[in-house]
Nanobody, 115 residues
Framework: VQLQASGGGLVQPGGSLRLSCAAS????????MGWYRQAPGKQRELVAT???????NYADSVKGRFTISRDNAKNTVYLQMNSLKPEDTAVYLC??????????WGQGTLVTVSS
Protein backbone atom coordinates (compact mmCIF):
# COMPACT_ATOMS: atom_id res chain seq x y z
CA VAL A 1 0.00 0.00 0.00
CA GLN A 2 1.23 3.47 -0.87
CA LEU A 3 -0.03 6.79 0.40
CA GLN A 4 0.99 9.79 -1.68
CA ALA A 5 0.47 13.10 0.08
CA SER A 6 0.83 16.52 -1.48
CA GLY A 7 -0.14 20.15 -1.04
CA GLY A 8 2.07 21.37 1.77
CA GLY A 9 4.14 24.52 1.61
CA LEU A 10 4.78 27.95 3.02
CA VAL A 11 1.81 30.24 3.58
CA GLN A 12 1.24 33.50 5.42
CA PRO A 13 -0.99 33.67 8.49
CA GLY A 14 -4.61 33.84 7.40
CA GLY A 15 -3.88 31.99 4.20
CA SER A 16 -5.15 28.67 2.88
CA LEU A 17 -3.75 25.37 1.71
CA ARG A 18 -5.30 22.16 0.46
CA LEU A 19 -3.68 18.83 1.24
CA SER A 20 -4.47 15.62 -0.58
CA CYS A 21 -3.49 12.00 0.01
CA ALA A 22 -4.15 9.17 -2.40
CA ALA A 23 -4.06 5.53 -1.29
CA SER A 24 -3.20 2.76 -3.73
CA UNK A 25 -2.05 -0.83 -3.85
CA UNK A 26 -4.83 -2.65 -2.00
CA UNK A 27 -7.85 -4.56 -3.29
CA UNK A 28 -9.78 -3.82 -0.12
CA UNK A 29 -12.02 -0.86 0.59
CA UNK A 30 -10.89 2.03 2.73
CA UNK A 31 -12.85 2.46 5.93
CA UNK A 32 -11.41 5.51 7.68
CA MET A 33 -9.16 8.27 6.41
CA GLY A 34 -7.58 11.03 8.41
CA TRP A 35 -4.95 13.65 8.92
CA TYR A 36 -2.60 13.99 11.86
CA ARG A 37 0.17 16.47 12.47
CA GLN A 38 3.40 16.65 14.38
CA ALA A 39 5.12 19.90 15.22
CA PRO A 40 8.79 20.02 16.23
CA GLY A 41 9.23 18.81 19.79
CA LYS A 42 5.58 17.86 20.14
CA GLN A 43 3.60 14.64 20.01
CA ARG A 44 1.62 13.63 16.99
CA GLU A 45 -1.98 14.80 17.25
CA LEU A 46 -5.20 14.16 15.42
CA VAL A 47 -6.37 16.89 13.07
CA ALA A 48 -9.43 15.36 11.40
CA THR A 49 -10.91 12.04 10.37
CA UNK A 50 -13.66 10.90 8.03
CA UNK A 51 -15.22 7.47 7.80
CA UNK A 52 -16.66 5.66 4.80
CA UNK A 53 -20.08 7.10 5.53
CA UNK A 54 -18.78 10.66 5.53
CA UNK A 55 -18.92 11.26 9.27
CA UNK A 56 -16.18 13.68 10.28
CA ASN A 57 -14.31 14.42 13.47
CA TYR A 58 -12.08 17.43 14.14
CA ALA A 59 -9.64 18.57 16.77
CA ASP A 60 -11.03 21.54 18.67
CA SER A 61 -8.10 23.65 17.52
CA VAL A 62 -9.10 23.39 13.85
CA LYS A 63 -12.90 23.34 14.02
CA GLY A 64 -14.41 25.97 11.77
CA ARG A 65 -11.15 26.46 9.86
CA PHE A 66 -10.32 23.04 8.39
CA THR A 67 -12.55 20.76 6.32
CA ILE A 68 -11.82 17.11 5.62
CA SER A 69 -13.39 15.35 2.64
CA ARG A 70 -12.81 12.22 0.58
CA ASP A 71 -13.32 10.83 -2.89
CA ASN A 72 -14.08 7.15 -2.47
CA ALA A 73 -13.68 6.40 -6.16
CA LYS A 74 -10.12 7.71 -6.01
CA ASN A 75 -9.31 6.54 -2.46
CA THR A 76 -8.22 10.09 -1.80
CA VAL A 77 -8.64 12.25 1.28
CA TYR A 78 -8.41 16.03 1.28
CA LEU A 79 -7.84 18.64 3.97
CA GLN A 80 -8.86 22.19 3.16
CA MET A 81 -7.12 24.49 5.61
CA ASN A 82 -8.29 28.09 5.90
CA SER A 83 -7.38 30.93 8.27
CA LEU A 84 -4.06 29.28 8.96
CA LYS A 85 -2.16 30.26 12.08
CA PRO A 86 1.54 29.95 12.94
CA GLU A 87 0.62 27.24 15.45
CA ASP A 88 -0.65 25.12 12.55
CA THR A 89 2.95 24.70 11.40
CA ALA A 90 3.75 20.99 11.40
CA VAL A 91 4.33 17.92 9.29
CA TYR A 92 0.90 16.68 8.25
CA LEU A 93 0.50 12.93 7.85
CA CYS A 94 -2.36 11.08 6.29
CA UNK A 95 -3.64 7.87 7.80
CA UNK A 96 -5.78 5.18 6.21
CA UNK A 97 -7.61 2.23 7.76
CA UNK A 98 -8.91 -0.52 5.51
CA UNK A 99 -11.92 -2.73 6.19
CA UNK A 100 -9.41 -5.42 7.10
CA UNK A 101 -8.36 -3.09 9.96
CA UNK A 102 -4.89 -2.75 8.45
CA UNK A 103 -3.69 0.83 8.75
CA UNK A 104 -1.02 2.81 7.00
CA TRP A 105 0.69 6.19 7.30
CA GLY A 106 1.74 8.52 4.51
CA GLN A 107 5.19 10.08 4.37
CA GLY A 108 4.06 13.50 5.57
CA THR A 109 3.92 16.91 4.00
CA LEU A 110 5.30 20.04 5.67
CA VAL A 111 3.03 23.02 6.29
CA THR A 112 4.73 26.21 7.41
CA VAL A 113 2.67 29.23 8.42
CA SER A 114 4.85 32.29 8.70
CA SER A 115 5.07 35.88 7.58
Amino acid sequence: VQLQASGGGLVQPGGSLRLSCAASGSIFSVRDMGWYRQAPGKQRELVATINSGGTTNYADSVKGRFTISRDNAKNTVYLQMNSLKPEDTAVYLCHVVYITRSSFWGQGTLVTVSS
